[in-house]
């Protein structure tokens, strides 16, 4: 199952922040797949796309920074399982 997600690192937490990624390089707990994250350093923001087993292993990786930042993660589905799934829709 593909995730997306968004970060941003909470008011007073950036150097914390820092100081985890620089331990643990960011990368992800059993059961999850970091398929590619993009960060923009200005702002705190960044953006992540993920594949995980279940959504229990993708709230695993989640709690890991929780703490730190503010994160919202979505499903998500490929071009071809939408056209799939459209596919499959009646049509009045």
């Given amino acids: 199952?593909?995730?997306?997600?968004?970060y941003r690192i909470l008011p007073g937490s950036r150097d914390a922040a820092i100081a985890r990624f620089k331990q643990t390089g960011g990368r992800p707990t059993e059961g999850v797949k970091?398929?590619?994250?993009?960060?923009?350093?200005?702002?705190g923001r960044?953006?992540?796309?993920?594949?995980?087993?279940?959504?229990a292993a993708m709230a695993r990786f989640e709690l890991q920074w929780?703490?730190?930042?503010e994160?919202?993660?979505?499903?998500?589905?490929?071009?071809e399982q939408l056209a799939a799934a459209l596919g499959a829709m009646?049509?009045?």
């Fill in 71 to 79: 994160l919202e993660v979505h499903p998500a589905v490929t071009d």
């Fill in 34 to 43: 970091l398929l590619g994250r993009w960060h923009s350093v200005a702002s």
């Fill in 1 to 6: 199952m593909l995730f997306i997600g968004y």
């Fill in 90 to 92: 009646k049509t009045n």
């Fill in 46 to 55: 960044g953006v992540s796309i993920t594949e995980a087993e279940d959504a």
């Fill in 66 to 69: 929780s703490d730190l930042m």
